[in-house]
């Protein structure tokens, strides 16, 4: 069971009441997972809605014969946010691979079944937990839109380099504070993506910032704060960091 003040931060339940959330939360339990898990696969059937509590879940495309990567990865899923949500819609497929994507993982699973039988017998409840997903739900696909555009579509562009070399020297950690920095207010035209290397190994991680009609920027050895940052001097503000310019990587 999970208690009501987490399912309140919790993005499609922050209209419920305690009753409700208390109801919910009697079909919650609990997993820890560890970087690399994966939580299922495109094309499994859809048994459960997981919740993100803590740490990063990385949504990506499995391409037959070839092991997963992060490179193919489509979107990035931090805390409070929930994915699975093919488990409340026919034909009930996933249709993406969930992994955990952070060196810890703790997520919230709710089977299927007894979720759908308590939103049909408390109809409100299922109306507005439904309608807040409707909202998740295409707020992500207009986000997912954004970045399989070409650069001139997205006034800004955040590409965090994700090969071997980049998630050894903490690239993840880059990513998750980025992803964490777009969800904030006044940031729907920023798209984070994730790339390969850019043989620059010794400078990883690597971070390139586009901003429409302007050069590409790429930073070096960056770390959380200094993706922070990034976002509050380069990106809202059009100050470049210059001392963390990678060599010859502003075009």
Same mark, same amino acid.
């Given at each position: %069971? ?18 409700? +959330?208390?109801?919910?939360?009697? +079909? ?104 807040? %997903? ?87 050895? %960056? ?29």
């Amino acid at each position: %069971m999970a208690d009501i003040d987490v399912l309140r931060q919790v993005e499609i339940f922050q209209s419920l009441s305690d009753d409700e +959330l208390s109801a919910i939360g009697k +079909l919650i339990t609990e997993k820890q997972l560890v970087y690399g898990d994966r939580l299922f696969k495109d094309g499994d059937s859809a048994t459960h809605l997981w919740i993100v509590k803590e740490g990063v879940i990385d949504l990506r495309f499995d391409l037959p014969g070839r092991e997963t990567s992060e490179e193919s990865t489509l979107s990035s899923v931090t805390a409070n946010k929930i994915i699975g949500w093919s488990s409340l819609v026919p034909p009930y497929k996933y249709k993406l691979s969930a992994y955990c994507a952070s060196s810890r993982c703790h997520v919230l699973v709710i089977d299927r079944e007894p979720l759908r039988e308590l939103l049909t017998k408390q109809p409100k409840t299922g109306y507005q937990v439904m309608a807040a %997903m409707l909202r998740v739900v295409g707020r992500r696909f207009q986000r997912l839109q954004g970045s399989g555009d070409d650069a001139p579509f997205a006034p800004v562009r955040v590409t965090v380099h994700l090969a071997t070399c980049g998630i050894a020297a903490g690239a993840r950690d880059v990513m998750q504070a980025a992803v964490e920095a777009v969800s904030g207010p006044g940031l729907e035209r920023v798209t984070v993506m994730s790339a390969g290397c850019l043989g620059k190994c010794a400078t990883e991680p690597n971070v390139t910032v586009e901003i429409q009609n302007q050069g590409a920027v790429v930073y070096q050895k %960056m770390n959380p704060e200094k993706m922070r940052r990034v976002f509050d001097e380069h990106i809202a503000n059009g100050r470049i960091l210059s001392d963390w310019v990678l060599e010859g990587g502003s075009i």
